[in-house]
């Protein structure tokens, strides 16, 4: 990568700070058109300063931020379709992380990979059976829905502590969102923390995804050298 890329990435890094401060700071603040004008940027910038980050931009994690950027632009519309077609949106999302993970070895030792996918797999059976009987008509979509995120955090957590916590927080936003769907009480500032734990988790996913090295058996890299992306 060239100075001027890193330059433009590290702007760009800088550009998705800012306006998810911007929102985070409209959402505690209660301005709600500023909230609404600044979200659908957020994951396009941090699409933007991945692509200017490395030399081979992974295509799977690109499409999925374009599908959060999608998503987030829906959810904003509050009409039911709209609201189902952004969860549409975010499910291609978790495919695109649960492919590219497991194409770069998420679940290659499955001993590792098991404890992950159970422990996960309890969560979710364990949610969907709290959540069920106030999600209404939305108990199939959540339901789907929510085993596809259930699959990126445990994806994620098969590479490392940084892409598992954004895994895991990924989750934690989502958990919140459906917890109000099924009429639960919700806790102080929720939009906040939804808003909040969720550009943590888009974050560092993507951070993660960009110091992956090739997917497969042959790819060897010398010790200290920063691994190349696909």
Known sequence: MTLRHHGAARVLLLAF?????????????????????????????????????????????????????????LLESGADTA?????????????CYVALFTRHGAFADRRRAAVPIAAYGILWVALIASLWPGLGGLRIPVAAYSLLLTATAASSAGLGLRAGAGGALFLLSDGLIAAGLADWPQP???????????????????SAALRLPPPGPAAVRSPGARPAVT
């Open 17 to 73: 700070a800012a306006a998810g401060t911007v929102h985070l700071m409209a959402l505690a603040a209660g301005v709600p058109a500023l909230a609404h004008a600044s979200k659908p940027a957020l994951m396009l910038l941090l699409a933007a300063h991945a692509a200017t980050a490395e030399d081979r931009f992974p295509r799977l994690l690109a499409t999925a931020l374009l599908f959060g950027a999608a998503g987030d632009t």
């Open 188 to 206: 102080p500032g929720r939009d906040l923390w939804v808003m909040g734990t969720y550009l943590a988790a888009q974050y560092l996913l993507t």
């Open 83 to 95: 609201f189902l077609a952004g969860m549409g949106c975010f499910a291609a999302g978790h495919v």
